[in-house]
């Protein structure tokens, strides 16, 4: 049985220069919400899970508790199930052992095993629940030589260092470009994988020794999978969607200038949308991109340097945008970035009513009214803050180590002034 709920309120406190009021949902340093595209709230819309340290832990996402779930050591939780009020999570007896996918009911804390998975490591679940997603490599060498585990657990993704040739040491983001770069040149086999989780049959959708990455199932199309080829943005092409019966490979958007980058794509909340993160050319002109999979149709909104950010969002109802801003080193370079922001998205119209022949196949434009909802000057932005709204739209989680630590935390959406 899920424990007993902690008894310490959260903490709460009124951002004095965006007027948002902000919350520190997690009770223990080293908790860890999901990344941004991974759904980690039920699909009631009243819980959310997290990772605690030595376990899992649920959000009651009314009163802020936080009540134990799991404690385990050694286990990496997933996701949440779409249908079923289910956490999923995965443990592995050591490093490139193989490992078990089990499901915890959020309400009892019931377990069960889900799945062996003799290799690979799993990445999604369909809309159904029926099918994981999961990705292999038959080599999976560290991607920074000497990397130190604990910084990488510390801000939840690889760190990176390098030198340039005369010794002079590099910013974050060119070492990661010069680790991604050797990841992809090593072409090392891998698949993309389902496993049935009624009969545990493994699927190949589709191999490569392009380095494969980013695997995602649609939100409502149990059969629709979205992946990228990963490495350095402005040297591959890095969106696809698939088919869960490897059919229908597409590459979603095309390079048309030299050094044009489209990245960290998610679908939309109704699945008939994908978003991504486009630069033409990489670190000067910034858009957030939108391709309709049913029509082609393209809409792209333009992001001032500023509010550029590491990931975005969409809104329950489709309506507004989140972005959780950068640092001066990522790739816009932006000097005052440093903040959560709510885009407000507004098309840009034909002047006077005239349309232009052929209109309705271009691209269609459009701007972002930009609020900030976070301060987040004192960010280390190598913990990146995988904002994600909360199902009633109401407010946005994060990740943040703006205290010190590492925590989980949620912003309000309504000003406080204005409620």
């Known amino acids: 049985?899920?424990?007993?709920?902690?008894?310490?309120?959260?903490?709460?406190?009124?951002?004095?220069?965006?007027?948002?009021?902000?919350?520190?949902?997690?009770?223990?340093?080293?908790?860890?919400?999901?990344?941004?595209?991974?759904?980690?709230?039920?699909?009631?819309?009243?819980?959310?899970?997290?990772?605690?340290?030595?376990?899992?832990?649920?959000?009651?996402?009314?009163?802020?508790?936080?009540?134990?779930?799991?404690?385990?050591?050694?286990?990496?939780l997933l996701f949440t199930g779409r249908k079923t009020r289910t956490a999923y999570y995965q443990k592995r007896a050591a490093p490139g052992a193989p490992s078990t996918v089990f499901g915890i009911d959020i309400d009892s804390g019931k377990v069960r095993k889900i799945a062996d998975i003799d290799r690979g490591f799993i990445g999604s679940i369909n809309a159904d629940e029926t099918l994981?997603?999961?990705?292999?490599?038959?080599?999976?060498?560290?991607?920074?030589?000497?990397?130190?585990?604990?910084?990488?657990?510390?801000?939840?993704?690889?760190?990176?260092?390098?030198?340039?040739?005369?010794?002079?040491?590099?910013?974050?983001a060119d070492a990661k470009e010069v680790r991604l770069n050797e990841r992809l040149e090593a072409k090392i086999p891998m698949e993309i994988f389902t496993i049935d989780v009624k009969t545990g049959a493994r699927k190949v959708v589709t191999a490569s020794t392009d380095w494969l990455n980013h695997i995602q199932f649609s939100p409502t199309d149990p059969q629709q999978i979205m992946y990228c080829h990963e490495g350095p943005w402005h040297k591959v092409d890095r969106i696809w969607t698939i088919r869960a019966d490897g059919t229908?490979?597409?590459?979603?958007?095309?390079?048309?200038?030299?050094?044009?980058?489209?990245?960290?794509?998610?679908?939309?909340?109704?699945?008939?949308?994908?978003?991504?993160?486009?630069?033409?050319?990489?670190?000067?002109?910034?858009?957030?991109?939108?391709?309709?999979?049913?029509?082609?149709?393209?809409?792209?909104?333009?992001?001032?340097?500023?509010?550029?950010?590491?990931?975005?969002?969409?809104?329950?109802?489709?309506?507004?945008?989140?972005?959780?801003?950068?640092?001066?080193?990522?790739?816009?370079h932006a000097p005052d970035g440093k903040y959560l922001y709510l885009f407000h998205p507004k098309a840009i119209p034909d002047v006077a009513g005239i349309h232009a022949p052929g209109a309705e196949a271009l691209i269609a434009p459009g701007t972002f009214d930009a609020e900030k909802l976070v301060d987040m000057r004192k960010q280390d932005y190598r913990l990146e803050p995988n904002m994600t709204f909360t199902p009633d739209g109401k407010w946005i989680v994060f990740r943040a180590n703006f205290e010190g630590a590492n925590h989980i935390y949620a912003v309000e959406l309504a000003k406080a002034a204005a409620k």
Do not use: C
């Open 248 to 332: 229908g490979k597409k590459l979603v958007h095309t390079r048309t200038m030299n050094m044009e980058i489209a990245g960290h794509e998610f679908f939309a909340p109704d699945g008939k949308t994908i978003w991504y993160d486009l630069q033409t050319p990489r670190g000067e002109v910034f858009w957030l991109a939108g391709y309709d999979l049913a029509t082609g149709k393209r809409r792209w909104y333009n992001v001032e340097r500023n509010e550029w950010s590491v990931h975005y969002n969409q809104s329950p109802d489709l309506k507004l945008f989140s972005g959780d801003g950068g640092d001066s080193e990522m790739v816009a």
């Open 132 to 172: 994981l997603l999961g990705q292999w490599a038959e080599n999976d060498k560290p991607l920074q030589p000497g990397a130190k585990p604990a910084d990488n657990a510390r801000f939840g993704q690889a760190q990176y260092a390098a030198n340039w040739p005369d010794g002079r040491p590099m910013t974050y």
């Open 1 to 76: 049985m899920a424990g007993a709920a902690s008894a310490d309120p959260a903490a709460e406190w009124i951002d004095p220069l965006t007027g948002h009021k902000v919350i520190r949902i997690s009770r223990e340093p080293g908790s860890a919400s999901l990344y941004f595209h991974q759904n980690s709230y039920t699909p009631q819309g009243d819980k959310m899970v997290i990772s605690v340290p030595g376990g899992l832990a649920t959000v009651d996402l009314k009163t802020w508790t936080v009540a134990p779930l799991l404690r385990e050591d050694g286990i990496v």
